[in-house]
Nanobody, 115 residues
Framework: QVKLVESGGGLVPSGGSLRLSCVAS????????MGWFRRSPGKEDELIATRSAGTAMYLKDSVKGRFRMSVNRELTTVYLQMDALKPEDTGRYYC?????????WGPGTQVTVSS
């Protein structure tokens, strides 16, 4: 079973930066298009960014120019660099396959942006 573990979240002021990491237990990063999702209370889950082992990438319009998704050379970890954070970026962030069927969801990492 694929295990995904996210980290790097925290509490930051508006305009701050965070770098999220997601370590995969198998070579899913090599074989799958991976995505970062955001879950916020009272809102539907949002797909924030996707990236394959190549360079194909999707970014939600609201984060374009501020977020960037990357993978490490070994294709074991995916990152989400988040700059110029806004309060509306607050939520719990998860990585997973970008499309159904999804792997078992990891614990996620909480991002809270204060105004």
């Amino acid at each position: 079973q694929v295990k995904l573990v996210e980290s790097g979240g925290g509490l930051v002021p508006s305009g701050g930066s965070l770098r999220l990491s997601c370590v995969a237990s198998t070579d899913v990063v090599r074989l799958s298009t991976m995505g970062w999702f955001r879950r916020s209370p009272g809102k539907e889950d949002e797909l924030i960014a996707t990236r394959s082992a190549g360079t194909a990438m999707y970014l939600k319009d609201s984060v374009k120019g501020r977020f960037r998704m990357s993978v490490n050379r070994e294709l074991t970890t995916v990152y989400l660099q988040m700059d110029a954070l806004k309060p509306e970026d607050t939520g719990r962030y998860y990585c997973n396959s970008a499309t159904d069927p999804y792997f078992h969801w990891g614990p996620g990492t909480q991002v809270t942006v204060s105004s």
